[in-house]
């Protein structure tokens, strides 16, 4: 059963982390803080869909061949971009040999490059297979309980105590961005939210007003934090975890009584995870091939390197997916198996 609010979730995440990106791009973090601080609910959002998703379909147990299956379609794209990635880093410094394997070691292994997202995917999937052996052990109010305390600790941790890191080749992303203390508590939430669907909406419906209190009170926090400095601009803070939960139970609200799933939103959530993926790259090819972009109204130049930077990763995952094994180069088309997404 393809569960319709998931495309539009998939779909508004995405486009929001490209518009993230290409704004950043385009002017100084002080002019880009407080809108793009809005937008931070996108990675952790797309990251509890695929828990979310993976509860939903196999509450009880993962069937053979599922991980195999994921890491045609998701770790083999993950470490043939980040083997790229370091062969156009090293290319830009003489190619360097060393580099180049220093850059391909980080990004594969640490995740050091944008398909971070891919490792921490990765470890949902291992405690999923581990978590639904135990979860009845164990109240869901004690569990979610604590694992937002441990979240929630995580964060704050890294945010305000200055603690050393190894050099990586890549500063844009850090180390401690992959362990899944850091996100436990959108597994856990995104696992009872799968498994129990049906119950999980009936809930948002019950206690609506709260979910659009939520909303306004965590994007007021956030908006704040930014605006005084508290944080830096990252999802990776203590306060976006509340936004992004209130985001993603009004995005289940809202589009639950949405009939039919529009064409385009469908489109951005099918190719998605390449989107995720090679975004990035296309940004910069903008900004590099496209030396008076600048000189445009800000507004303009932003839609134009987004709109290439979504088109061209779907464009380049079509092409891939044309032939029997391109999808392990750059990701799978997330094709829903029925015609129509029900709820």
Same mark, same amino acid.
């Given at each position: 059963m393809q569960i319709k609010e998931v495309f539009f979730i998939r779909c508004i995440s995405c486009l929001s982390v490209v518009l993230i990106h290409a704004i950043a791009i385009l002017s100084s973090p002080q002019q880009s803080s407080i809108f793009t601080a809005l937008l931070m609910f996108s990675t952790p959002s797309f990251i509890f869909i695929s828990e979310f998703l993976l509860a939903h379909a196999y509450p009880n147990g $993962? =069937?053979?061949g599922f991980m195999w299956k994921r890491i045609k379609a998701i770790f083999f794209p993950f470490v043939f971009i980040g083997i790229i990635d370091a062969l156009m880093y090293s290319a830009s410094i #003489?190619?360097? !040999?060393i580099d180049f394997f220093k850059r391909a070691s980080a990004n594969v292994f640490l995740g050091n490059y944008i398909g971070y997202f891919v490792l921490i995917i990765f470890q949902f999937y291992l405690l999923h297979m581990v978590f639904h052996k135990f979860n009845h052990l164990i109240s869901p109010k004690w569990v979610l309980s604590i694992s937002f305390m441990i979240t929630i600790g995580y964060l704050s941790l890294w945010n305000f105590v200055k603690i050393p890191q190894p050099q990586l080749p890549n500063p844009m992303f850090g180390l401690e961005w992959i362990p899944f203390p850091g996100w436990l508590f959108y597994f856990c939430l995104a696992y009872y939210c799968g498994k129990h669907y049906q119950q999980f909406i009936a809930l948002l419906y019950r206690f609506q007003l709260a979910v659009y209190g939520l909303i306004i009170i965590s994007a007021m926090n956030v908006l704040s934090n930014s605006y005084l400095g508290f944080f830096t601009l990252s999802s990776k803070r203590p306060d976006v975890v509340l936004? $992004?939960? %209130?985001? +993603?139970? !009004?995005?289940? !609200?809202m589009f %639950?009584? *949405?009939k039919k799933v529009p064409a385009f939103v469908q489109m951005i959530s099918q190719y998605s995870f390449t989107i995720y993926l090679l975004h990035g790259y296309f940004l910069?090819?903008?900004?590099l091939l496209w030396t008076q972009l600048k000189e445009y109204?800000? %507004? +303009?130049? $932003? +839609?134009?390197?987004?709109? !290439?930077? *979504? *088109?061209? =990763? +779907?464009i380049i995952s079509w092409a891939? #997916?044309?032939?029997?094994?391109?999808?392990m180069f750059v990701g799978k088309i997330n094709r829903p198996r029925q015609k129509s997404a029900v709820s």
């Open positions: $993962t =069937p053979k #003489n190619w360097g !040999l936004y $992004t939960v %209130s985001f +993603i139970f !009004l995005c289940f !609200l %639950s009584k *949405v910069g090819i903008a900004v109204p800000f %507004s +303009i130049s $932003t +839609i134009l390197i987004t709109v !290439l930077a *979504v *088109v061209g =990763p +779907i891939a #997916n044309h032939h029997k094994h391109g999808y």
